[in-house]
C-alpha cells in the first residue's frame, strides 16, 4: 500500500476552497481534512456536497469541513462566503481558487464565439479567482502569512483550438498568479498556480471521456495512466505547506507528460 506524505504544518490551518463537491476539489477537501486543516469549501451542488461531507465522516481522525452554498459568478454571493469563512475561523491560511469548468459553449471555434458565452468562460474560470483572492488577502495580511493556490490547465500550452475563450482564461489564470505573487509578496503571501492536464474526474467521465478521447489522451501523455483528482489535490498539500515556503510566482503542470516538449 502506498503511503503520502504528512504535513504538520497543515494542521488547524483554515483552508478555503472554491468548486469542491466534485472532482479536484473534491478529493482536496478530503485530503486536507486528512492532514487536520480547518476546510470551508463552497459549490453549488448541495447533493454533491452531502456525499463529500458523508464520505468524510467515515474517515478515522479527520476534521469535518464546512460547506457553503455559492455560485462563484455571483460576487455579491462569493464575498458574503468569504466573511463567513473568516467570521468562523477568524481568517484563512490557504485559499484555493479552484471552480472551473469548459461548458458546452466553451467548446466553439473563435468564429463561433459570442460575446455571452466570452463572458461566461471569464465568469466561470478567471474572474471569481481574481475576486476571491481580493476578499482574503486582507485577513492574510493581517498575519503576514498565507497561500493562495489558483488553478489553470494545460490548455493553451498544447495549444487545444476547439475552447478558444477558456484556454485564453486559463492563460490569464498565470498570468495573475504572477502578478499577485509579486504584489503580496511584501506580506508574506505566496501566490503560484497548478495547470492539470487530462484528469479524470467525475464531469469528465460523464462528458468527455469517450474511447477516441482516451486514446488520444494516451498517445499524448508519456506516462500511460490517468491523472486522478488525488494527484493534484496531494501537490495542493505540498503549496499550502510550509515544505513550499520559498516557492512563489511558479506554475506546476502536472499532466502525465502530455506538454513535456511544449
Known amino acids: 500500500m502506498v503511503e503520502y506524505a504528512t504535513y504538520p504544518s ?3 490551518k ?10 479536484i476539489g473534491a478529493a482536496a477537501v478530503e485530503l486536507f481534512c486528512r492532514q487536520g486543516s480547518k476546510v470551508v469549501f463552497l459549490d453549488y451542488s448541495e447533493s454533491s456536497a452531502r456525499q463529500v461531507l458523508d464520505k468524510i465522516k467515515s474517515i478515522p481522525d479527520a476534521t469535518q469541513p464546512t460547506f457553503l452554498y455559492c455560485d462563484v459568478t455571483d460576487l455579491e454571493a462569493l464575498k458574503s462566503c468569504a466573511e463567513k ?9 490557504v485559499l484555493i481558487n479552484n471552480a472551473g469548468a469548459a461548458g458546452p459553449t466553451s467548446r466553439v471555434p473563435s468564429l463561433g464565439v459570442t460575446p455571452e458565452s466570452f463572458d461566461l468562460d471569464v ?13 482574503v488577502v486582507p ?10 493556490i489558483n488553478l489553470g490547465s494545460i490548455i493553451w500550452r498544447i495549444p487545444e483550438t476547439q475552447a478558444p475563450v477558456y484556454a485564453t482564461v486559463k492563460a490569464g489564470v498565470v498570468g495573475m498568479t ?15 498556480s497548478i495547470m492539470p492536464g487530462s484528469v479524470a474526474t467525475e464531469r469528465q467521465i460523464r462528458e468527455v471521456l469517450t474511447e477516441e478521447y482516451e486514446a488520444n489522451t494516451m498517445r499524448a501523455q508519456s506516462l500511460k495512466r490517468h491523472v486522478l483528482p ?31 516538449d511544449k
Open 10 to 12: 497543515l494542521r488547524g
Open 14 to 23: 483554515v483552508v478555503l476552497i472554491t468548486g469542491a463537491a466534485e472532482g
Open 85 to 93: 469563512a473568516i467570521a468562523q475561523h477568524g481568517t484563512v491560511d
Open 123 to 135: 465568469n466561470v474560470n478567471l474572474r471569481h479567482q481574481f475576486f476571491l483572492t481580493q476578499y
Open 139 to 148: 485577513a492574510m495580511q493581517k498575519q503576514k502569512s498565507g497561500s493562495i
Open 178 to 192: 504572477r502578478v499577485h505573487s509579486k504584489e503580496y509578496g511584501k506580506d508574506g503571501i505566496r501566490v503560484n
Open 230 to 260: 488525488a494527484d493534484v489535490a496531494r501537490l495542493m498539500l505540498f503549496l499550502a505547506a510550509e515544505d513550499s515556503s520559498a516557492i512563489t510566482g511558479s506554475s506546476y503542470v502536472i499532466d502525465a507528460g502530455w506538454v513535456s
